[in-house]
């Protein structure tokens, strides 16, 4: 399983931009996926990128506002969060897995980072 370790998560205004990065070693061949889970909520996918960075998919609560990337060089995915709403606030992991699917983009995530919080408060 590989490591993941996310970073960038502060508290923001609303309105308000961030970027938050996923960083592992050997993961130039996983899909990876950004998800997050608020107090008292199930955790929900947010965006994800295909391997070659050619595929992404986000969530519909934040489409238009977020945007994945993914750095094979440097072996970092980025999520660019823009527009933040409270409704944003959660802690933000990432995760991988083999493949990409549009059909069924949040499911078979086998490797996690810790997380990161990212709050959202005027």
């Known amino acids: 399983q590989l490591q993941l370790v996310e970073s960038g998560g502060a508290l923001v205004q609303p309105g308000g931009s961030l970027r938050l990065s996923c960083r592992a070693s050997g993961f130039t061949f996983y899909a990876i996926g950004w998800f997050r889970q608020a107090p008292g909520k199930e955790r929900e996918g947010v965006a994800c990128?295909?391997?070659?960075?050619?595929?992404?998919t986000y969530a519909d609560s934040v489409k238009g506002r977020f945007t994945i990337s993914r750095d094979n060089v440097e072996n970092t995915v980025h999520l660019q969060m823009n527009s933040l709403k409270p409704e944003d606030t959660a802690i933000y992991y990432c995760?991988?897995?083999?493949?990409?699917?549009?059909?069924?983009?949040?499911?078979?995530?086998?490797?996690w980072g810790q997380g990161t919080q990212v709050t959202v408060s005027s």
């Open positions: 990128i295909s391997s070659s960075g050619g595929k992404t």
């Open positions: 995760a991988a897995r083999y493949y990409y699917s549009d059909y069924d983009p949040w499911s078979d995530f086998a490797s």
